[in-house]
């Protein structure tokens, strides 16, 4: 029988989890810990860092975990390129659940840049009402930038804003496109900042900025380390049986 680790934070992860569940296959779900509140599981859960590659190997080895799924945020390259790491010192079979990025439909105006370093440098000129929906680890990044007005949507109250103009929006998805239409509406929004995080989750306020004409400024994905990857629940199940 497996014992499957399975990386999370992500609706592809909660997909996998519920999969997992019903076929009673033994299985614990990893949070970060980033959130006040989790979203409950259907597995066992643990939250928290595992302390590096080498704790995550660790933690294979003492909670005899024969296979890992990292099912985290295509942006979560630090987990990802440990879960490599640590796979590898484990000789751990390792897949990564991923979705495709995004890519521009006809009537889209984007703006690609590298990083999260290059998405403030093009915020550089004159004020706008920009909706920045790149969560709440990055905000303090933009300060660099405090000309703007900027929208926010994040999953948990901040305590405190690095940026002095913005509203704040508490909401977790998945979003509607005619919700993300209204609220860009209600805001003037004039400029979308996106990760290119790919999946179903978080594409609403593209298709609402297409409907708008509003222009999108896209943050690329970060290389990560050549691994399986695998597209949808049923590939893990099969890799699973077979691995
Ligand atoms: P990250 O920068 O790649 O990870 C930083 C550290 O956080 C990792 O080295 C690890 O600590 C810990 N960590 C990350 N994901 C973990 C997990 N699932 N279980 C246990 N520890 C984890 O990650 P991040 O971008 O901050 O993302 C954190 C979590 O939020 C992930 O679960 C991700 O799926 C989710 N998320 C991220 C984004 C995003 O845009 N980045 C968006 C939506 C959801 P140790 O080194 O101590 O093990």
């Known amino acids: 029988m497996p014992n499957l680790l399975i990386l ?3 609706t592809e992860a909660n997909a996998l989890a519920k999969s997992v569940a019903d076929q ?3 299985a614990t779900y990893s949070y970060a810990g980033r959130v006040d509140n989790p979203r409950s599981q259907p597995v066992p859960m643990r939250v928290g ?3 590096g590659a080498a704790g995550l190997a660790r933690y294979i080895h003492e909670h005899g975990v024969s296979h890992v799924v990292d099912a ?7 987990m990802s390129r440990n879960a490599v790491d640590a796979c590898a010192r484990a000789a751990t ?3 990564a659940l991923t979705r495709p990025a995004w890519v521009a439909q006809d009537g889209d105006n984007w703006q690609h840049v590298p990083d999260i370093e290059a998405a403030v440098e093009a915020l550089a000129g004159p004020a706008r009402r920009v909706f920045l929906a790149v969560g709440r680890m990055h905000l303090h990044d933009f300060a660099a930038q405090p000309q703007h007005h900027y929208l926010l949507r994040l999953v948990d109250d901040p305590d405190a804003l690095p940026l002095p103009k913005s509203d704040v929006i508490v909401s977790r998805g998945p979003f509607s496109v005619e919700e993300d239409r209204a609220l860009m509406e ?6 979308i900042v996106s990760k290119n995080a790919g999946g179903t989750g978080a594409r609403a306020k593209l298709d609402a900025a297409r409907a708008l004409g509003l222009p999108v400024l896209m943050i690329d994905r970060p290389t990560l380390p050549k691994r399986t990857e695998l597209a949808n629940v049923t590939q893990v199940l099969d890799w699973l049986a077979h691995t």
């Open 24 to 26: 009673g296959i033994p």
């Open 49 to 51: 860092g595992f302390g």
């Open 8 to 10: 999370g934070g992500t």
């Open 93 to 95: 079979p390792l897949a």
């Open 72 to 78: 985290t945020h295509p942006f979560a390259a630090q």
């Open 186 to 191: 209600r805001h003037h929004t004039q400029l």
